[in-house]
C-alpha cells in the first residue's frame, strides 16, 4: 500500500533536495504536487488541504528557507506530519477489566478474521483471549469464527443456530466467559451498511449493555473516498476508540488510513499486511511515514527477523557457517525462514532507499518457487553432497522440477559463490554478530 504515494512524494522531494536554495516560489510548486498525489492516493480533499497548509506554512519558515539543506529540512517537517496525520505516537489497547472489545465494520471488511488475528497476537503477548460469535444476520460468520479459533487455539462462544436476540448472545456469553477465564473478551459483530438503521440499532443497544473499552472500526484499506463517510457515521453512531485496516499489503491507494485517523481524531492501532492469520500487527505512524517516504523500516524489519528466526536453528546454523559446512538442506531451512519474515517486497520495502530504486522492488517469485523446486527435486544426498551432481543427475533434476539444465547449472553456481564466501572468517564473523544482534 502507499506505493504510488511514495513514488510521487520520493519524486516530489528529490528534487527540492537537487535545489542548493529553496524559494517560496519552490515550496509552492511543491506543494501543490503533494496535495495532487494526495488527491490520487484517495486522500480526503479537506484532509489533503489542511495537511498540504500545515506544512507549506512550516516549510515556509524562515529557519528552514535560509538553512544549509532547506530541501532536507521540508522533508524533515513532512515526515513529522505525515507521521501527526497517521496518529503521532502508537497508541496501545485499553485493557483494563473487564477489557471488552467490539469489532464493528461494514460487510466485508474483514472483522471475522481480524477477530481471530487480534486474538492470536493477544495471546502471544501472554492474554487469554475469548472469542464470541455476534453475527446472527450470518450463520457462514459463525462457523468462520468457529473454525479461525480452533485454529488459533482460542475458545470461541457460538450461539445456537435459530438464535436472534444479539442482547441475550451477550449476556450468556459473559457468563461462559465466566466459566472459560480470559482476561480478554472479543465480540465479532455482524456487518452492516451504512445506511442500515436498524442494525446501527441493534449495535448501538449491544454496545450500551457490554459497556465495552474498545470499540474497534475494522475497515478495508481500499474503501478509498467512501472512507470518510464510513468513519464519519460509525464514530457518530457508537463513539469508535480505534481502527483497524485490513488489506494493507494490497495495491490500494491508501488514502483510507490519512482520512479516517483525520475526522475521527481516532487511532490506527492494527493493520491486516495479509490474509494469514499472522498477518497482523500494531500499527506505528512514524515507522509507516517513513517507509512512504523512502526512508525504510529497519525496525520493524528486524523485530520480523527476531520473531522468525528459530533460536535452536540460529545455534545449528552458526556451526554451520563456522565449519563451511553449508549444504542444501541448509539453503531449503533459509527458504523457510525468508517465507516467515512475509512477502519479499514487503520487506525490502522495509530497507531504506529500495524503494526510490525504480523496478528494485519487483520480486520474481517464479523464480524463487523454481530455485525452491530444484532443490526439492535433489535427493536427500545430493542436497547433503552437492558434489556428486553430474551431467546425469542435474539433467533428472531439471525434468523434476520443471527447469532447464542450464537452471540447475546456474543454480549450483551460485551456491558454491555463497559457500566460498562462508569460508572467508572475517565475512563469517560479521554475519555472525548481525545475527546475535537481531536475536538481543
Known amino acids: 500500500m502507499f506505493?504510488?504515494?511514495?513514488d510521487k512524494l520520493q519524486d516530489i522531494f528529490k528534487d527540492l533536495r537537487g535545489h542548493g536554495s529553496i524559494s517560496e516560489t519552490n515550496v509552492a510548486d511543491a506543494m501543490r504536487q503533494v496535495r495532487l498525489a494526495l488527491l490520487e492516493a484517495d486522500v480526503d480533499y479537506q484532509v489533503a488541504k489542511k495537511f498540504v497548509a500545515?506544512?507549506?506554512?512550516?516549510?515556509?519558515?524562515?529557519d528552514v528557507l535560509r538553512s544549509v539543506t532547506p530541501g532536507q529540512q521540508i522533508v524533515?517537517?513532512?515526515?513529522?506530519?505525515?507521521?501527526?496525520?497517521?496518529?503521532?505516537?502508537?497508541?496501545e489497547l485499553n485493557l483494563q477489566k473487564p477489557a471488552r472489545i467490539l469489532m464493528v465494520g461494514l460487510n466485508g471488511a474483514g472483522k471475522t478474521t481480524s477477530s481471530a488475528k487480534l486474538a492470536r497476537w493477544l495471546k502471544k503477548q501472554g492474554r487469554n483471549p475469548l472469542l464470541i460469535a455476534c453475527d446472527l444476520h450470518r450463520p457462514a460468520a459463525i462457523e468462520q469464527l468457529a473454525t479461525l479459533g480452533k485454529q488459533v487455539d482460542v475458545p470461541v462462544y457460538t450461539p445456537a443456530p435459530d438464535e436472534k436476540d444479539v442482547r441475550r448472545v451477550a449476556k450468556a456469553s459473559l457468563d461462559w466467559a465466566a466459566e472459560q477465564g480470559g482476561n480478554v473478551q472479543i465480540f465479532d459483530t455482524a456487518g452492516r451498511q451504512e445506511i442500515d438503521t436498524a442494525l446501527i440499532e441493534e449495535i448501538?443497544?449491544?454496545?450500551?449493555?457490554?459497556?465495552?473499552?474498545?470499540?474497534?472500526?475494522?475497515?478495508?484499506?481500499?474503501?478509498?473516498?467512501q472512507a470518510v463517510s464510513v468513519a464519519t457515521h460509525f464514530h457518530e453512531a457508537l463513539g469508535i476508540t480505534g481502527i483497524v485496516l485490513t488489506k494493507l499489503d494490497g495495491d490500494a491507494r491508501g488514502g483510507a488510513a490519512l482520512s479516517m485517523r483525520e475526522v475521527t481524531q481516532r487511532p490506527i492501532k492494527f493493520g491486516g499486511v495479509g490474509e494469514k492469520l499472522d498477518q497482523f500487527e500494531p500499527f506505528v505512524p512514524d515507522r509507516l511515514a517513513g517507509r512512504i517516504l523512502g526512508m525504510g523500516d529497519i525496525v520493524g524489519l528486524v523485530e520480523k527477523a527476531a520473531e522468525a528466526i528459530d533460536e535452536e536453528e540460529a545455534k545449528r546454523m552458526e556451526h554451520k557457517l563456522r565449519t563451511a559446512s553449508?549444504?542444501?538442506?541448509?539453503?531449503?531451512?533459509?527458504?523457510?525462514?525468508?517465507?516467515?519474515?512475509?512477502?519479499?517486497?514487503?520487506?525490502?520495502?522495509m530497507l531504506p532507499g529500495m524503494s526510490q530504486i525504480k523496478g528494485g522492488l519487483n520480486v520474481d517469485e517464479k523464480q524463487i518457487k523454481r530455485t525452491e523446486a530444484i532443490v526439492l527435486s535433489m535427493t536427500d544426498e545430493e542436497r547433503r553432497r552437492p558434489?556428486?551432481?553430474?551431467?546425469?543427475?542435474?539433467?533428472?533434476?531439471?525434468?523434476?522440477?520443471?527447469?532447464?539444465?542450464?537452471?540447475?547449472?546456474?543454480?549450483?553456481?551460485?551456491?558454491?559463490?555463497?559457500?566460498?564466501?562462508?569460508?572467508?572468517?572475517?565475512?563469517?564473523?560479521?554475519?555472525?554478530?548481525?545475527?546475535?544482534?537481531m536475536k538481543s
Open 3 to 6: 506505493s504510488q504515494l511514495g
Open 54 to 62: 500545515r506544512v507549506k506554512e512550516k516549510a515556509l519558515g524562515e
Open 76 to 91: 524533515k517537517i513532512f515526515h513529522d506530519e505525515l507521521t501527526a496525520l497517521l496518529g503521532g505516537d502508537a497508541e
Open 204 to 225: 448501538k443497544q449491544l454496545k450500551e449493555f457490554l459497556n465495552p473499552q474498545e470499540v474497534l472500526l475494522v475497515a478495508d484499506a481500499a474503501t478509498g473516498q
Open 326 to 349: 553449508f549444504d542444501f538442506n541448509d539453503f531449503l531451512a533459509q527458504f523457510k525462514m525468508m517465507k516467515k519474515l512475509g512477502p519479499l517486497e514487503n520487506i525490502l520495502g
Open 387 to 437: 558434489d556428486i551432481l553430474n551431467a546425469r543427475r542435474r539433467q533428472r533434476i531439471a525434468a523434476g522440477s520443471g527447469s532447464t539444465v542450464t537452471d540447475v547449472n546456474q543454480l549450483l553456481q551460485r551456491f558454491n559463490q555463497m559457500r566460498k564466501m562462508m569460508k572467508n572468517a572475517g565475512k563469517m564473523k560479521k554475519m555472525m554478530a548481525q545475527m546475535q544482534r
